[in-house]
């Protein structure tokens, strides 16, 4: 009964999505106040029924409801609570649910905190993005309905696909989600600001903190699967090229590019239909992302719903949206003009060359995953695009970008004058640079990677300081450090996010240029010397767990006599999934990770055994977890908080269309 | 097309196998060679998996090309001709590596030639807005310029 009501809200839901997708731009359009005004209660009614089919759906897996297909091919009775939940989203029906939730949610936030907006803005937001609610929620009822019942349910389910059992990989979808929806919401905010013909500096103000939060949930969401990827895949790798990943990468890069040239928007009212058009394509290669994952398409390690009938409703999906916003920029971008005059050498500029750089990077991994697809439909030639051509053709741009960054985020705006900004730059540039020089020299082999990472990345976290040391003026340094504590915190924000993509150039280089691993067979009993460890096999034990049996290997670790850790790597059996899984033994430290697999036994006696030491492995996803930080200190800065009354003020009467 | 389906398949037939990649007993004892070796096996899919080169995957017929890209090199062969001999067997398909041969060179171009023409106009956007007188002087609207001057007299 539940689950039929679930269902049934699903599809009040649609049709309320639809009424708001025409009413409220209808009255926009007429001027009607009360046709604009429905579109609120209507976006938080939508919420509400689909939050509800969402509970509905996650009750059914909580009492392993088998007459629902979907719990049937997801779930079993000894699953762990924790992941009868995840396994609401762990599966291509149930995950729709999840977007189309998040979907309704921006929605909804929109209407709750969007009171500052002017109201026919605010109205057309809210139509588009029911819009585009309203597809996905087509997509989901009419081809991937999560609440298909079995005429005879079967007495217990297949479960979840064990790689999906772990806590890191739980987590990570409903973030992604967060992400990918969040952009829906800067590309209603640019239709609604091309209908309306008005892109001002507030336009700039309220689309940002979005943009913000999408990049944000996009950061983490990334950063759990990469996290997931490195201690469960078994060989320690964190990026694979994959192109589901390249599917989440590409809208992340266009989103960083996006808040950077809202803030432009924000401070200079200029580079407007340059901004328009970068909400759109952030939303775009979202959308893009779906249709890749959903697709099948292109063979992916995440590809769970190869369904080319699937793959043709979001193809659908994207042509229009894309199509339309595509169409409307063309004839509407030309009469955005832009206010703020500035020289060729200012901050403007030099957020353009970020704009470029990240826009560009982003379509080269567009190119790259597309690439097998078109060589195979136009020039019948079946080849791949792998993480050789990734890695060439990609870093080039960060690596420049990692260059410019510090200065760019010095120049001042409008006009600067660059030897006066490179002034306390200078001595920064060479410390790191001869650090890098020095490693070089220091390190065993030849490769430049590391030496080159660590001049890039110490770069760019004292730049970071630099630029936030600078902003505290002149004068003694008692004052200076109490005006340092006084920052506002979108200054802190963007500090620690800069500083964060510092941190990760660093742990990139660093471990995969000094990673290094080692084979072998161990007897049990017998020890092994590694790396400045000395790892004795004590025992390999067979283990049960809820719903597997694991072969558990007991590693004692010892440096120089003293005992470090013991370490259990394991292989796990899903006897009903019938799939089995590495779990590596991690001992985690600021310097390095050692990280440990089990092997097959040998038929010569003993266990394979792999032992990697990775480098400044952790760093990696602090710096990930900085530039998360660096977002959300921004979210909260006050700026967004006062600007509410000040919008207020210039609201319904500056809301005339330019034309 | 076909042939595609047919990977499809077999991809979702052989995935993932998790034990160790390469195994002890496949090591060489040369060390140089060896890391020729993993250094060749990096570059090369492994035809079954979604997406692995034979180095990170686990499925049997990876450890078979693993053996074989072995056997060639104990044998004398440099690693051009090991590459030769492997894609002559299994087709470019293997290499991750895309050649620049045919019309691949537009993948391998696009990237700076993208670059190119975008730094190009947006710099000829930048020179533009250099020169560009402020429209207004103040940056002002005439009605944001009435209220302003109404603001001041009060």
């Known amino acids: 009964m539940i689950v039929e009501l679930g269902h049934f809200a699903l599809i009040l839901a649609f049709a309320v999505a639809l009424a708001q997708a025409v009413i409220p731009m209808l009255g926009a359009h007429k001027g009607w106040r009360d046709w604009m005004v429905v579109a609120n209660p209507l976006a938080s009614l939508q919420f509400a029924l689909v939050a509800f089919s969402y509970a509905a759906l996650t009750y059914a897996f909580l009492v392993s409801d088998f007459s629902v297909k979907l719990v049937v091919d997801n779930s079993h009775t000894l699953k762990p609570l924790i992941y009868k939940i995840s396994g609401v989203w762990g599966n291509h029906e149930g995950s729709m649910l999840l977007w189309v939730l998040t979907l309704t949610l921006f929605g909804a936030c929109a209407a709750w905190f969007g009171g500052n907006l002017p109201a026919s803005l605010q109205a057309r937001v809210l139509a588009v993005q029911s819009a585009i609610t309203a597809a996905f929620m087509a997509f989901t009822i009419f081809t991937s309905n999560p609440f298909t019942r079995l005429a005879f349910p079967p007495f217990d389910g297949t479960d979840l696909n064990p790689l999906l059992q772990d806590p890191g990989l739980a987590f990570h979808p409903p973030f992604l989600y967060l992400g990918y929806v969040g952009l829906s919401m800067s590309f209603s905010f640019a239709v609604a600001a091309l209908i309306e013909g008005r892109v001002d500096a507030a336009w700039g103000r309220w689309v940002r903190p979005w943009t913000l939060a999408a990049w944000v949930f996009l950061t983490i969401g990334i950063a759990t699967g990469s996290w997931w990827a490195y201690y469960e895949l078994g060989w320690g790798g964190f990026w694979f090229w994959d192109p589901v990943e390249n599917a989440s990468l590409m809208p992340w890069l266009f989103a960083a590019a996006l808040l950077h040239s809202a803030i432009v928007v924000e401070k200079r009212e200029t580079l407007k239909s340059w901004t328009i058009l970068l909400a759109i394509l952030g939303f775009g290669f979202s959308l893009m992302g779906t249709f890749i994952v959903r697709s099948g398409l292109l063979t992916s390690v995440h590809a769970f719903a190869m369904d080319p009938e699937r793959g043709v409703f979001i193809l659908m999906i994207l042509a229009a949206f894309m199509g339309g916003a595509l169409t409307l920029f063309a004839f509407r971008a030309p009469i955005l003009e832009a206010k703020g005059v500035f020289a060729t050498i200012s901050r403007e500029s030099a957020l353009v060359v970020n704009n470029v750089l990240l826009s560009v990077s982003s379509f080269v991994i567009f190119i790259g995953t597309m690439w097998p697809l078109v060589a195979e439909m136009l020039f019948d030639r079946v080849l791949t695009v792998g993480p050789p051509f990734f890695n060439t053709a990609w870093t080039p741009f960060m690596v420049a970008l990692a260059m410019v960054l510090p200065i760019g985020s010095m120049l001042p705006w409008k006009r600067a004058n660059l030897s006066r900004a490179m002034q306390p730059l200078w001595g920064l540039a060479v410390f790191s640079v001869a650090m890098g020089a020095v490693t070089w020299a220091l390190q065993t082999g030849h490769s430049p990677m590391v030496p080159i990472g660590i001049a890039l990345g110490l770069w760019v976290v004292l730049g970071a300081s630099a630029d936030l040391w600078m902003r505290t003026g002149r004068g003694a340094l008692g004052n200076r450090l109490r005006r340092l504590a006084r920052l506002p915190r979108a200054d802190w924000g963007k500090a620690s996010a800069h500083a964060g993509v510092g941190i990760s150039v660093f742990a990139v280089a660093a471990l995969l240029g000094w990673e290094t691993e080692d084979i072998r067979v161990v007897q049990i009993g017998g020890t092994y010397y590694y790396g400045g460890y000395d790892l004795t096999l004590a025992s390999v034990d067979r283990v049960q767990g809820p719903n597997y049996t694991s072969t558990m290997a007991t590693i004692e670790a010892h440096r120089e006599g003293r005992h470090i850790t013991t370490l259990f790597p394991e292989k796990r059996f899903y006897p009903i999934a019938g799939m089995p899984t590495t779990q590596a033994a991690i001992d985690r430290s600021i310097t390095r990770d050692l990280y440990i697999t089990l092997g097959d036994p040998q038929d010569s006696g003993g266990w394979a055994v792999r032992t990697y030491i990775k480098p400044f492995a952790n760093w990696l996803w602090f710096g990930c977890f900085m530039m998360a930080l660096g977002g959300v200190l921004s979210l909260s800065d006050r700026r967004y908080r006062i600007a509410a009354g000040a919008a207020r003020k210039s609201g319904p009467n500056s809301a005339v269309p330019a034309e | ?154």
């Open chain 2, 1 to 154: 097309m076909t042939r595609l389906r047919i990977l499809l398949v077999a991809a979702l037939l052989a995935w993932p196998l998790p034990a160790l990649s390469v195994q002890p007993d496949e090591i060489l004892d040369d060390p140089v060679l060896e890391s020729r070796a993993r250094n060749l096996s990096a570059g090369l899919r492994c035809l079954v998996c979604r997406n692995e080169s034979i180095d990170e995957s686990n499925a049997d017929l990876a450890r078979d090309m693993r053996l074989l890209v072995r056997e060639r090199l104990v044998e004398g062969d440099s690693d051009a001709e090991v590459l030769t001999f492997i894609t002559d067997r299994y087709g470019e398909y293997v290499l991750l590596r895309p050649t620049t041969e045919g019309v691949n060179i537009i993948l391998w171009v696009a990237a700076p030639a993208l670059f190119g023409i975008t730094l190009i106009s947006s710099l000829i956007y930048l020179r533009r807005r250099d020169r560009a007188p402020d429209p207004t002087g103040d940056g002002l609207t005439p009605e944001e310029r009435k209220r302003l001057e109404d603001l001041l007299k009060e």
